[in-house]
């Protein structure tokens, strides 16, 4: 009985078009990918800096994991709470401009850390209805009633603060992960001042590569912030940004960060040296600013609807099975391109998603784009 629903509902995901299974990637870079033994154009990497293979943070890291060993062994709460690890997250506070700093073995349980554990049933939460699935999963796992308000409307969220007066928490992305758009900061820092809430904010996909080195783009409204390492900054977990006092907290009260093994010293290590790589990739960002740029005009020329306003650019397409189809025409041709799909998008706005690193070429984006008209013709 059991797995026969098991198999009803992967039937049911195949017929909408939903099915989702990745292939096996044999090696890839933040460029390329290979599948079956053929090399393809990734569009698909989150490793905007191309920081991920970079020969000086390899070696750094061999050499941390030489010198500290593989594991911390057990969690912060336990004797996981090793001093480097402290040593970095004070260097990323200071470098983020924030009171401290704190690091989780993923961005995913970050946002369940801070989403169910900060807020209770005395804070009203409001979050823009585009927010990443772990924030969502967060806010449901906490006791804090929560409600959407409409993706970057700050005429929806001022509907939503007038509502509840009261202590009141916006929850928003600096950088949408599927949109690729960013949220009105000006405008939600006017909020702020007139009806002040606190604010958390996910830069995962900002902090590297967007900002004055690479500092991000919403300090003048976070109280909170996210930072994931498995993007941008090319290595793996999470830190988040935030007062003392919200630290303190959640080292006491924080289930995903208490019972849970802490990252290895040889990550911490890795990490500073990640710090100041994102320091000097100021040609990086700007290399990648203007593939941005140069792919929109490629698509848009092509009569492609496009969003995103930096290096994560959604394609339009809409249906599922067609944006499905799409994507695996263009990986037969040799580029490797991401579908969001319900739930990961609202049903019938099925978007090709790509994502652009400081290895790509205009070259790979003219080919590209020539690759997808022919097809989307
Ligand atoms: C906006 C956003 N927040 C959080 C996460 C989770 O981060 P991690 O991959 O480190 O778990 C992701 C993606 O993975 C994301 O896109």
Redesign the pocket.
């Known amino acids: 009985m059991f797995e026969k629903r098991l198999r009803q509902k992967l039937a049911l995901q195949k017929e909408k078009g939903l099915y989702r299974n990745p292939p096996v990637v044999e090696e890839g870079d933040s460029r390329t990918v290979t599948v079956d033994g053929r090399t393809l154009i990734n569009f698909a990497s989150n490793d905007y800096l191309a920081l991920g293979r970079s020969e000086t943070l390899r070696k750094k890291a061999a050499d941390a994991f030489l010198r500290y060993g593989t594991s911390s062994s057990s969690s912060r709460l336990v004797s996981g709470n090793a001093s480097v690890i402290r040593e970095a997250e004070k260097a990323y506070a200071a470098y983020f401009g924030y009171e401290e700093a704190i690091f989780f073995p ?4 970050a ?1 369940l850390a801070i989403l169910s554990t900060l807020f209770g049933p005395d804070e009203s939460l409001f979050f823009d209805k585009h927010v ?1 699935a ?2 969502v999963k967060g806010m449901q796992l906490g006791s804090a009633p929560f409600k959407g308000f409409r993706h970057n409307s700050m005429s929806h969220l001022e509907k939503r603060l007038k509502s509840a007066p009261g202590n009141s928490v916006v929850v928003t ?1 600096s950088l949408f ?1 599927m949109d690729g758009d960013t949220p009105p900061l000006a405008a939600l820092a006017e909020l702020k001042k007139k009806y002040g809430f606190l604010t958390v904010v ?1 830069e ?2 900002a902090y590297g590569a967007l900002g004055t080195g690479g500092r991000g783009i919403a300090r003048n409204v976070a109280d909170v912030a ?1 930072g ?3 993007k941008a900054m090319g290595l ?3 830190f988040v940004l935030l007062p003392s006092l919200y630290r303190e907290y959640l080292f006491n009260f924080a289930s995903p960060l208490i019972y849970t093994t802490a990252l290895p010293e040889a990550h911490a290590i890795t990490a500073l040296a990640v710090l100041s790589e994102v320091e000097q990739a100021n040609d990086k960002r700007a290399h990648l600013a203007h593939l941005s740029r140069y792919l929109t005009q490629l698509l848009t020329d092509r009569g492609f609807t496009v969003c995103g306003e930096a290096h994560i650019l959604a394609v339009q397409i809409g249906n599922e099975e067609r944006a499905h189809d799409l994507v695996t025409k263009l990986f037969e041709q040799g580029y490797f391109a991401f579908t969001a799909r319900f739930p990961t998008v609202p049903m019938g706005q099925a978007i090709i998603r790509l994502s652009l690193t400081a290895h790509h070429t205009e070259d790979d984006l003219q080919k590209f784009s020539d690759a997808l008209f022919n097809l989307g013709s």
């Open positions: 993923s961005g995913y349980q946002n990443h772990s924030t992305e992960s996910d995962a996909h996210l994931t390492f498995g793996f977990g999470a």
